[in-house]
């Protein structure tokens, strides 16, 4: 009973509510700046859960290409259109590749899990720019998404989309704060402190790794279907180390410690980008790196640590009111 009444949760459920009513009030940009950042924050939703037990990934890519062919290919091979095969197919073989990957990685600790991870995206990457089966370095086109059956027309396909991209990050970022707050998703941080005292309690590091391993890519490529299906687009580059790179930097400047933190952070990353490259085309990423350094030396938790700070304000000067007046006296 106490997870139903999560405040996590029901922020998560609130503002998936909200949003769902509002996409009429929004301009077009706005609604594809948001599914785009949608998009992203599930693979950095992935990286906070590996972060969270101390490893570090660059491979996050490998499965946001997945995801994003996934729905690609059931639409020119199998004659599919509907965005819940194409969704699931893509987390299934996402899920596939990990098990049989994370194998290995698991045994691994510190900048070799981030060079292997980031290897084998590489070798994906070389593997799909040659291949014709991926379009090589032209990539495929995605066409217009169906739901279940249901055939959106041309004027509502935009909204549809939209409100499938929302609840999609809704229901995977409820599973995944259930999954950090039950008994095996805490134990990633004891693993990040003392990798021995978890063994000698009886758990299995390398089989905690291996299942965080699995559900970060299995989140990244419901990631890469929203993405393809946003931009009715998939591309090789999907696989390429920048963009796992861009995920670790949006976890980097919103932080590890809620689930709407990745959310927050890619928000803010796209709503940043949109404004450098309109008003400083030349040197926007400039603009970039001079604020992931003001959020490092200023904010090293992110910013996502905002809320942590907003909510100590607020209760400190509410318990202070609550104590008795005799016992203001004494403290």
């Known amino acids: 009973m106490r997870r139903l009444v999560d405040p996590t949760i029901i922020a998560i459920l609130a503002g998936a509510l909200a949003l769902t009513f509002a996409h009429g009030l929004m301009p077009g940009w706005v609604i594809y700046m948001l599914q785009l950042a949608l998009a992203a924050a599930l693979p950095a939703l992935g990286c906070m859960i590996l972060l969270r037990s101390g ?3 660059f491979g996050q890519g490998l499965f946001y290409f997945i995801g994003a062919y996934g729905v690609a290919l059931t639409q020119r091979h ?6 819940f095969a194409g969704l699931l197919l893509g987390a299934l073989a996402s899920a596939l590749v990990a098990t049989i990957v994370g194998t290995f990685l698991a045994r691994y600790r510190g900048i070799f899990f981030a ?3 980031l290897a084998l995206s590489m070798v994906v990457y070389g593997i799909a720019i040659k291949m014709d089966l991926f379009g090589r370095s032209d990539g495929l086109n995605v066409s217009r998404l169906t739901y279940l059956g249901v055939v959106p027309g041309r004027e509502w396909a935009t909204p549809a989309l939209f409100v499938f991209c929302i609840w999609v990050f809704a229901v995977a970022a409820v599973m995944t704060h259930l999954y950090l707050t039950s008994r095996f998703g805490r134990m990633l941080s004891a693993i990040h402190d003392n990798e021995t005292r978890v063994e000698y309690l009886g758990w299995s590091v390398a089989k905690a790794v291996h299942v965080s391993f699995i559900v970060a890519a299995v989140l990244a490529s419901l990631g890469g279907t929203l993405a393809a299906a946003a931009a009715r687009y998939a591309d090789p580059s999907l696989a390429f180390w920048t ?8 976890v980097l400047i919103s932080g590890i410690g809620n689930v709407l933190s990745p ?6 990353l796209e709503a940043l980008r949109a404004y450098a490259s309109t008003h400083f085309p030349d040197e926007w990423q400039l603009v970039l790196g001079a604020v992931m350094l003001v959020i490092i030396l200023f904010l090293p938790k992110g910013l996502g640590h905002l809320f942590v700070l907003a909510k100590r304000a607020v209760v400190r000067p509410v318990a202070g009111k609550s104590l008795p007046a005799n016992a203001k006296e004494r403290s």
């Open 115 to 117: 060079m292997l991870t």
């Open 243 to 250: 963009t796992s790179g861009e995920f670790v930097f949006i």
């Open 55 to 57: 490893l570090l990934t």
């Open 263 to 268: 959310l927050f952070g890619s928000v803010f």
């Open 78 to 83: 199998l004659g599919l259109t509907d965005a």
